[in-house]
């Protein structure tokens, strides 16, 4: 049996095309982050079995590739994470990447105008066995937010102050 599962966490945005749009990326956070949020849900993800898809840039010397997690980069290089390949080393994968869903733009041509759509990450979720677990989703879902997400943390932490306060 297997399941599969695309998980979005986005930003819808309107507005100038001369701004640059901010949706989650996954570079807004250390890898180990995540990693930590997975755990805290309950899904556990071997770092020996994972990896990242890095475009990096060294003098005279560009491309991508597709390296182990914890790999390193000389700090006079110029490398960004792609995509994530994280795995638990059994049955377990998910891919992540940033993406980004234009619904409106300006007509050919025109300079300026107005930019609309969808920016985040998109997760791509898959998992094999003879029993799955459903509840996986909604732990990596809450993960990922838990991670990415700083609106939502940020009301979460509002609420939570709201409450102390009642408490008190």
């Known amino acids: 049996m297997e399941l599969r599962e695309r998980i979005l966490i986005g930003k819808h ?9 901010k949706g989650y990326s996954i570079n807004d956070q250390p890898y180990q982050t995540l990693l930590k949020n997975l755990h805290e849900e309950g899904v556990a993800i071997s770092e020996e079995h994972s ?25 006079y290089s ?16 998910l891919k992540l990447k940033d993406y980004e869903d234009i619904t409106s733009r300006p007509a050919p041509g025109i300079i300026g105008g107005s930019i609309g759509g969808n920016f985040g990450i998109i997760g791509h979720l898959k998992i094999k066995g003879e029993k799955i677990n459903q509840e996986i989703v909604e732990k ?7 991670t990415y997400d700083e609106d939502k943390n940020r009301i979460i932490e509002n609420l939570k102050k709201l409450k102390l306060k009642e408490d008190k």
Do not use: H
Not at 13 to 21: A, L, M, T
Not at 51 to 75: C, D, H, M, S, W
Not at 140 to 146: D, P, Q, T
């Open 140 to 146: 990596v879902r809450n993960a990922l937010e838990k």
């Open 78 to 93: 110029e490398a960004q994470v792609t995509s994530y390949i994280l795995r638990d080393g059994k049955s377990l994968e």
């Open 13 to 21: 945005y309107f507005g100038s095309g001369c701004e640059p749009v």
């Open 51 to 75: 990896q990242k898809t890095i475009e990096y840039r060294l003098p005279e010397i560009e491309g991508e590739a597709t390296v182990p997690l914890e790999t390193e980069f000389p700090k």
